[in-house]
């Protein structure tokens, strides 16, 4: 089976936030159940030089907008399975990789390129595996090709949500530009009097997937929904649920390179080591007894920092040490700068965004927390549990199916985990942990419990591999 997986951003190649972690890990992962997999995503500025192994097509010349654009492709294998970046320094070489009016123009853009490269290469892939908004386009453009171009009729989509919240839209009346002229076209991207492209998605692709189980329900409601809980309601019997893996060949404490000593669940003494070198990073006063209760993040809503902002205090009395890693949003870099200020020996915060630091945080800290009010899935309290960080979390998405809540009576549970959005109730999961850090063998037991917990990507992987035959059946 040839599947072609394409993404706005993949690691090592670009990242923002989880979906790059996934579209990179995925397409290896596949490789190693034997799919034989291509991963196609944009050379952005911030691409280093270092990946772009050599040019693969000089002249990808893209009918584009009644002209031509001469883009070019770069091949790599730096995230261990073929992958092909399409170079179009006008919409990708720019200070960030998001956050431009035109976006939907510039993914309209890449969609189109990355099936003009697959039909250059030749090479139909059975099954093209479309990620989030940015995706929209291509399900569409693949839906209307099958009726009438012969490479495509055998090729289906499976179009995999990673954030309802974010759904690419824009004026209907800039559709004819990208191609989108068709009556078809044009409904399936109508949405609410605009254009959206993760509607089009949604509504054109042959299977959908999200990435957690109870994220596919949530979707279904109003709530999480985003206005398109009808939609995945209606197509409730193509929607499946699959949990995201870890790529644990860079996230694990054993052999993690940016770490300042290593350990494992049999050998746990350079955690310590860890959390000094942490705390030295910040310039905290090293007081090993103290937890650290760390949280890594894009600053938005989505992630409970308003729930964080109601508590910061409660948790500097209660004497535990804070540490964010973050940036996004002002009002909440605000928040964490003057915590900071508030109570200079306990919190650490780091403005921005660093790969190295992220490792260094999930290595040393004890307790990790994400509050959510959505969370499809969550990659970092994945990782926390890897490197024995205790998971306080809301019982939301992927948070959800990942954390168990401990307890004690029958030492079950790898973390805590509350339920309604409230900051009491918060607070409540914090000082309970706390309580238990209080006590090194309880402690150990949950440390224990999550460190053993398998969320490769290999299960994840075959689950999508039978995805992948159910659509194709
Ligand atoms: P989301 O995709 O919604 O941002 P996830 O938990 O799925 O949430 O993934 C976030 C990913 O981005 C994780 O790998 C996390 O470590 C990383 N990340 C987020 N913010 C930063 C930051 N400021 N510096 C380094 N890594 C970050
Ligand atoms: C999104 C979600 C996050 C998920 C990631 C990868 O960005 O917010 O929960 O882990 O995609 O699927």
């Avoid at 997999?37 to 040019?55: A, D, R």
């Avoid at 960030?96 to 892939?125: C, M, Q, W």
């Avoid at 790969?355 to 926390?384: T, V």
Wanted: overall charge negative; glycine content about 8%; proline content about 4%.
């Amino acid at each position: 089976m040839r599947v072609a997986v394409i993404s706005a951003e993949a690691v090592p190649y670009s990242k923002t936030g989880g979906l790059g972690d996934v579209a990179g890990a995925l397409p290896k992962a596949l490789k190693a159940v034997g799919i034989d997999s291509v991963l196609i995503t944009p050379c952005y500025l911030q691409t280093k030089g270092e990946y772009l192994w050599n040019t693969a097509i000089e002249d990808l010349n893209v009918d584009w907008r009644g002209g031509v654009y001469p883009a070019k492709a770069f091949y790599s294998e730096a995230n261990g399975s073929p992958t092909f970046l399409i170079d179009a320094p006008s919409y990708f070489h720019r200070d960030s990789i998001y956050g431009y009016t035109e976006d939907h123009e510039r993914f309209a853009f890449f969609n189109h390129a990355a099936l003009v490269l697959l039909k250059r290469i030749g090479a139909a892939p059975e099954i093209l595996h479309l990620n989030d908004w940015h995706c929209g386009f291509a399900a569409v453009e693949l839906a209307e090709k099958r009726r009438w171009d012969p490479f495509w009729r055998n090729t289906r989509s499976v179009f995999s949500i990673h954030n309802m919240a974010y759904q690419g839209g824009f004026s209907n009346s800039e559709l004819w530009k990208f191609g989108f002229s068709s009556d078809f076209a044009r409904g399936a991207f109508s949405f609410n009097g605009f254009a959206s492209a993760m509607k089009a998605g949604l509504e054109v692709s042959d299977m959908l997937s999200t990435v957690s189980r109870r994220y596919a329900m949530e979707i279904q409601t109003v709530e999480n929904g985003y206005g398109l809980d009808w939609l995945t309601r209606q197509r409730a019997n193509r929607l499946i649920g699959i949990t995201n893996g870890v790529d644990y060949e860079v996230w694990n404490p054993a052999t993690d390179p940016e770490l300042a000593s290593h350990f494992s669940i049999d050998d746990m003494a350079g955690k310590q080591a860890c959390k000094r070198d942490l705390l030295e990073a910040f310039s905290l006063p090293v007081e090993m007894n103290r937890p650290i209760i760390a949280n890594i993040t894009r600053l938005t809503a989505q992630k409970g920092i308003d729930l964080m902002m109601q508590i910061a205090g409660e948790i500097v009395h209660a004497g535990a040490y804070v540490i964010s890693l973050g940036s996004g949003e002002k009002k909440y870099e605000d928040f964490w700068q003057s915590l900071r200020d508030y109570a200079p020996r306990q919190v650490g915060v780091y403005r921005g965004y660093s790969e190295p630091l992220a490792h260094r945080i999930e290595a040393g800290a004890d307790m990790f927390m994400m509050p959510s009010k959505f969370e499809p899935c969550g990659l970092n309290q994945m990782y926390s549990l890897r490197y024995g960080t205790v998971p306080i979390v809301r019982a939301v998405g992927g948070l959800d199916d990942t954390v168990q809540n401990w307890d004690a009576v029958n030492g079950t549970g790898n973390g805590f985990k509350f339920g309604p959005y409230r900051a009491d109730r918060f607070l409540e999961k914090i000082y309970e942990a706390l309580f238990a850090y209080g006590d090194p063998d309880t402690w150990s037991a949950i440390q224990r419990n999550g460190m053993s917990q398998d969320n490769s990507w290999e299960n994840a992987a075959r689950k999508y591999v039978d995805l992948y035959r159910w659509t194709l059946d």
